[in-house]
């Protein structure tokens, strides 16, 4: 009996110590920030997150027809294009005297402060968005597509950017998230021209070189956050870290699916090719 009211004792203190660190966390956010949609606390992004997470891994397994959907993913491709152009424009526009080496946050209300946290916000928002793409792939029946990289990409940006807005809506954050829309406007229009059907194969050579960009954004995010910690910039220092570790993740899973999906894939068809030749000659 008194180990059990012991082992009680522990249990609600230690779940007393989480509480305690929750709620401080809470009050360290931006107040500008406090009553935007989805901002006042974390749990409605991760459970939108791991709802998500769950689709992913056990819907596929209940789907028996497919859907073409072009008319739908037209339509939010071309929304997910101006979407990122406009959080682009936002966010290129009010960017005017940073600092690219190291920029603090600003937590005034002046005008270009809040243009930068509200842009910041819609794109925290358009990652809520996108999963949409992995509803499009279990639909129309391309599971193949739901990867490791994928899934995981989708779900930890839209976590991740809860932390950044809640805590760092400007400053050197608004880098990483111009970068990212303005490779997302590119990546949309190949899927737009995508969805136009195959009388448009002929536009969508260039799809490798989206990868290429996409890793030459990792680097450039690695080399920046490492370059942040080198002079000690006014930035959460577990951020700069957690930052520099997730671009080296992105970096080695997208340089691997490079390699499967083009490297590989175009020595694998340069050997068949020479065997088909060598039969000829026979």
């Known amino acids: 009996m008194v180990s059990e009211n012991l082992y009680s004792g522990e249990l609600s203190k230690s779940f007393s110590v989480v509480t305690d660190f929750y709620q401080r966390a809470l009050k360290l956010g931006d107040e500008r920030v406090e009553g935007w949609p989805l901002m006042a606390s974390p749990l409605p992004t991760l459970t939108i997150a791991l709802t998500y997470i769950l689709m992913c891994v056990y819907l596929p397994q209940y789907m028996k027809k497919k859907y073409q959907l072009r008319p739908l993913l037209l339509l939010y ?5 101006l979407m990122n152009a406009y959080i682009a424009f936002e966010l290129a526009t009010n960017i005017k005297g940073f600092n690219w080496i190291c920029q603090p946050v ?17 794109y925290y928002f358009s990652k809520l968005f996108e999963l949409l793409d992995s509803v499009f792939f279990i639909l129309r029946g391309k599971t193949n597509q739901l990867t490791f990289l994928h899934v995981y990409h989708h779900s930890t940006m839209f976590c991740l950017w809860w932390i950044g807005v809640k805590y760092v809506a400007g400053g050197s954050s608004v880098f990483g998230a111009l970068f990212n829309c303005l490779v997302h406007v590119a990546m949309y229009s190949y899927y737009f021209l995508s969805a136009l059907g195959p009388e448009f194969s002929k536009f969508l050579a260039w799809k490798k070189y989206l990868t290429i960009i996409q890793i030459a954004q990792f680097i450039l995010a690695i080399v920046m956050g490492v370059n942040a910690l080198r002079v000690k910039c006014d930035f959460p220092l577990w951020m700069q870290y957690s930052m520099i570790a997730y671009m080296i993740s992105f970096l080695f899973l997208f340089g691997n699916f490079y390699r499967q999906a083009y490297y590989y894939k175009s020595s694998h068809n340069n050997k068949r090719k020479s065997s088909v030749v060598q039969k000829k000659k026979k």
């Open 77 to 81: 491709n071309g929304i997910n294009i």
């Open 106 to 122: 600003n937590y005034s209300k002046d005008d270009q402060s809040m243009r930068l946290a509200r842009g910041l916000w819609w």
